[in-house]
T-cell receptor, first 114, second 113 residues
Framework: GQQLNQSPQSMFIQEGEDVSMNCTSS?????WLWYKQDPGEGPVLLIA?????ELTSNGRLTAQFGITRKDSFLNISASIPSDVGIYFC??????????????FGEGTQLTVNP | ETGVTQSPTHLIKTRGQQVTLRCSSQ?????VSWYQQALGQGPQFIFQ???????GRGNFPPRFSGLQFPNYSSELNVNALELDDSALYLC????????????FGNGTRLTVT
């Protein structure tokens, strides 16, 4: 099935470093979301973006909804060991977001070395 | 607030068999979606249920079917299991209308041998 292009596929960083990952699509999305998934668990919502150009923060996490509606990025500042996991971007094309049909990226595996 | 719960957590089935997976929505949510996540990939949308009816479907064959009950809990049924059906099956709930992001359960790991 169709998926978003998410990069990088994996990252190995030192504790305290900043991280940036992004997602692109050939199609327009009306909502972008970022999830984190730990082993054996379901994805957990980190940030939801509903408007082109929107920049939203959640603690050390900042995400932006691209102006073209075809991309989004997630930044993590001052990484800590518990940031380890797989990060997924997801987009929805619904004009009025009802939290249903999401298209996911393939994920970015983040490893943080203490 | 009770989150999304799924059962069972793990399941092993033989090719050709049928399986039923269960999900209880987060309290206050009226919409349930099911996703399939193959190893090393992002989740893929199977279908969504709202008001006990299928309300949107991804690229999955008819042998994938579901139910939503009046209490908003849901079942995913898969008939004639194939080896490629081995995956993590995720249930997610939300509130129809407005800005209601999906909240996922921890999934059911299905292995088809």
């Amino acid at each position: 099935g169709q998926q978003l292009n998410q990069s990088p596929q994996s990252m190995f960083i030192q504790e305290g470093e900043d991280v940036s990952m992004n997602c692109t699509s050939s199609s327009i999305f009306n909502t972008w979301l970022w999830y984190k998934q730990d082993p054996g668990e379901g994805p957990v919502l980190l940030i939801a973006l509903y408007k082109a150009g929107e920049l939203t923060s959640n603690g050390r996490l900042t995400a932006q909804f691209g102006i073209t509606r075809k991309d989004s990025f997630l930044n993590i500042s001052a990484s800590i060991p518990s940031d380890v996991g797989i990060y997924f971007c997801a987009g929805s094309r619904l004009g009025r977001y009802s939290g249903s049909r999401l298209t996911f990226g393939e994920g970015t595996q983040l490893t943080v070395n203490p | 607030e009770t989150g999304v719960t799924q059962s069972p957590t793990h399941l092993i089935k033989t090719r050709g068999q049928q399986v039923t997976l269960r999900c209880s929505s987060q309290s206050g949510h009226n919409t349930v979606s099911w996703y399939q996540q193959a190893l090393g990939q992002g989740p893929q949308f199977i279908f969504q249920y709202y008001r006990e009816e299928e309300n949107g479907r991804g690229n999955f064959p008819p042998r994938f079917s579901g139910l939503q009950f009046p209490n908003y809990s849901s079942e995913l049924n898969v008939n004639a299991l194939e080896l490629d059906d081995s995956a993590l099956y995720l249930c997610a709930s939300s509130l129809m209308g407005g800005r209601s992001p999906l909240h996922f359960g921890n999934g059911t790991r299905l292995t088809v041998t």
